[in-house]
């Protein structure tokens, strides 16, 4: 058994010392300016290799060394010898992993820049409750944005309102400050965006299209563009929660 041990610890030194030639290389690699990733991809098959014998290597002593009198002291020393390699070999493998995604990500960015997108325009509310949702869906990107102030989105929301229009009066009834934005937001909720008020409306609109349509007969109705209203309004009941089942 002492032979075996000794032979195997043999093998586990020609094993540490090809593991750490290639971690070597390694560490100069992540050191450049510009790593070379290619190459870097290289070394990491090449070390995997050479970590997965080394530690096969180890789990053998491992088990011969249990087997001894004094197993406990010498298995700790051993394990602590042997957690050192592991270390880095975890810690190499976590920097190239880190540069792949580096790299990932600046390509991504890289080809989103490639074309320029159109600029969105706000879309501006008048106070039709029916126009709240889409006003809503739009203007919420700038009411969660943690990094605008408030009193920025108080300015954002008086561009995205109608001049002189319904909803044009809720909001300058309230200073333009940072501490009346979300009394202005919650009036406007309030006036035309609560879901009972929607659903109210929609439902109505709903009720009057299938009344004027069987008041004027389908011969005389352009059925495509009812069915395109109907649809438009269902997606609005739907979106507040409220499907054709309920």
Not at 151 to 160: C, N, R, S, T
């Amino acid at each position: 058994m002492t032979m075996d041990l000794t032979l195997l610890k043999t093998q586990r030194k020609s094993f540490r010392t090809s593991f750490t030639v290639c971690a070597k290389k390694i560490d100069d690699e992540l050191l450049k300016e510009a790593p070379e990733l290619t190459q870097l991809s290289i070394l990491k098959s090449q070390i995997s290799d050479k970590f997965a014998r080394l530690e096969t290597c180890q789990a053998e002593i491992t088990n011969l060394i249990l087997k001894t009198e004094d197993a406990e002291q010498a298995y700790e020393e051993d394990f602590l010898s042997a957690e050192k390699y592991r270390e880095y070999y975890i810690e190499l493998c976590s920097q190239i992993e880190q540069l792949y995604l580096k790299d990932s990500s600046t390509k991504d960015f890289s080809e989103r820049r490639k074309f320029k997108l159109p600029k969105i325009e706000l879309k501006k509310f008048d106070g039709d409750a029916r126009n709240y949702l889409s006003f809503w869906s739009q203007f919420r990107k700038i009411h969660e944005d943690s990094s605008i102030p408030n009193e920025d989105k108080f300015q954002y929301l008086l561009q995205a309102v109608v001049p002189k229009s319904k909803a044009a009066r809720v909001v300058a009834s309230f200073p333009a400050t940072a501490d009346n934005y979300q009394k202005a937001i919650s009036q406007l909720q309030e006036r035309f965006g609560r879901n009972d008020l929607l659903v109210q409306i929609y439902v109505r609109d709903l009720l009057s299209m299938v009344m004027k349509n069987a008041a004027t007969g389908r011969s005389k109705t352009d059925l495509p563009a009812l069915y395109d209203e109907l649809e438009a309004k269902i997606r609005a009941l739907e979106s507040l929660g409220r499907t054709q089942e309920k």
